[in-house]
């Protein structure tokens, strides 16, 4: 199983990015998925997730209004759209299969390689 997500890059403060997550060797159209992100010398944090069953999604208090999470028609590929970048969104991200609730998430079973956002004027 590996998930792998893409999509990162550089980009000015204001700008946007949107992130991908695929997986070979499972469907995620049947798994929950979270888009997690560490940043050099902090804890990772959970920023957003997918619930496959319902639709439920989360996102983090720092990230609503601006990041959205979503799947395309397959399900099978997760999306983080990310506006209104800040420095402070700079990390590596990665996408999971993860425990998706209204109000919390967490990871629970498979991690992707992550993808480097760098948010700098």
């Known amino acids: 199983v590996q998930l792998q997500a893409s999509g990162g890059g550089l980009v000015q403060p204001g700008g946007s990015l949107r992130l991908s997550c695929a997986a070979s060797?499972?469907?995620?159209?049947?798994?929950?998925v979270g888009w997690f992100r560490q940043a050099p010398g902090k804890e990772r944090e959970g920023v957003s997730c997918?619930?496959?069953?319902?639709?439920?999604?989360y996102y983090e208090d720092s990230v609503k209004g601006r990041f959205t999470i979503s799947r395309d028609k397959a399900k099978s590929t997760v999306f983080l759209q990310m506006n209104d970048l800040k420095p402070d969104d700079s990390a590596v991200y990665y996408c999971?299969?993860?425990?998706?609730?209204?109000?919390?998430?967490?990871?629970?079973?498979?991690w992707g390689q992550g993808t480097l956002v760098t948010v700098s004027s």
């Open positions: 997918s619930s496959y069953s319902d639709g439920t999604t």
């Open positions: 060797g499972l469907s995620l159209a049947y798994y929950n």
């Open positions: 999971a299969t993860a425990f998706c609730t209204f109000n919390g998430m967490g990871p629970r079973g498979y």
